[in-house]
């Protein structure tokens, strides 16, 4: 693989986590991390991605939707790991309404390649700032 192609699946990673998030699709987690994975974000610290599954459906609302922006992505190549750092824009709100919450987050993630392709094997997600209505 180039390195090219494999920046663009990488940069797809991180669309694909926040599609699994924004859709409540949390099984879809399971192709984003590896079975090992670790996650630090204000959910605490989660080891494996049986837990990670279970803790983020249990703390996403049923009646929160969320809309992730992705910007900034750098991913720094080294063979078959890459450092990745991008900045997001998170809105919550109720199905129909304006956003009630937004919030500035950096995440970073280390990704590895799996023979099924990419994978983040570490996740640190940090808010920096936040705005409620």
């Avoid at 797809?12 to 879809?28: I, N, P, S, T």
């Avoid at 983020?56 to 939707?65: G, I, L, N, Y």
């Amino acid at each position: 693989m180039s390195h090219a192609t494999d920046r663009v699946e990488i940069a797809e990673l991180v669309g694909r986590l926040a599609r699994a998030l924004d859709g409540r699709r949390f099984e879809d987690l399971r192709t984003v991390y590896v079975p090992h994975a670790e996650t630090s974000s204000p959910r605490g610290a989660l080891r494996g991605i049986d837990d990670i599954v279970d803790v983020v459906r249990r703390t996403s609302p049923e009646h929160e939707a969320t809309q992730h922006f992705n910007t900034d992505v750098v991913v720094d190549l080294d063979g078959d790991h890459a450092d990745v750092s991008t900045h997001q824009l998170v809105y919550f709100f109720h199905q129909g309404e304006a956003p009630h919450r937004t919030a500035g987050v950096q995440a970073r993630y280390t990704a590895v390649r799996t023979p099924a392709g990419w994978r983040f094997a570490r996740a640190e997600i940090s808010p920096r700032w936040q705005h409620v209505s």
